[in-house]
């Protein structure tokens, strides 16, 4: 599975932004998909997750402001950012689980400033 993370920039703080990541197959058989971001130095850690189902879980660091969906037809899933912050500043990665093996995409980058 081939992923291609979009949608980065740069914005100001409590502006918003649309994420997205585009799968090279059909997700609606993909058991999970995630979003996670990292900053230099730091490891990279979890922000929100969908199951196939559109169970979503988001971390509570982000949880209020940060929404995770996915679309079927278009085999995309989207991390919704709004009233983002300084600290928001990352590096944007999805991440499939399929048939036991993980994927990750090229990552996109976000830079709020303040």
């Known amino acids: 599975v081939q992923l291609q993370a979009s949608g980065g920039g740069l914005v100001q703080a409590g502006e918003s932004l649309r994420l997205s990541c585009a799968a090279s197959r059909s997700i609606s058989v993909i058991p999970l998909m995630s979003w996670y971001r990292q900053t230099p130095g730091k490891e990279r850690e979890l922000v929100a997750s969908?199951?196939?189902?559109?169970?979503?879980n988001v971390v509570d660091i982000v949880k209020g402001r940060f929404s995770i969906s996915r679309d079927n037809i278009k085999n995309t899933v989207y991390l919704s950012m709004n009233s983002l912050k300084p600290e928001d500043t990352a590096t944007y990665y999805c991440k499939s689980i399929y048939e036991g093996a993980v994927y990750w995409g090229q990552g996109t980058l976000v830079t709020v400033s303040s």
């Open positions: 969908i199951t196939v189902r559109g169970t979503t």
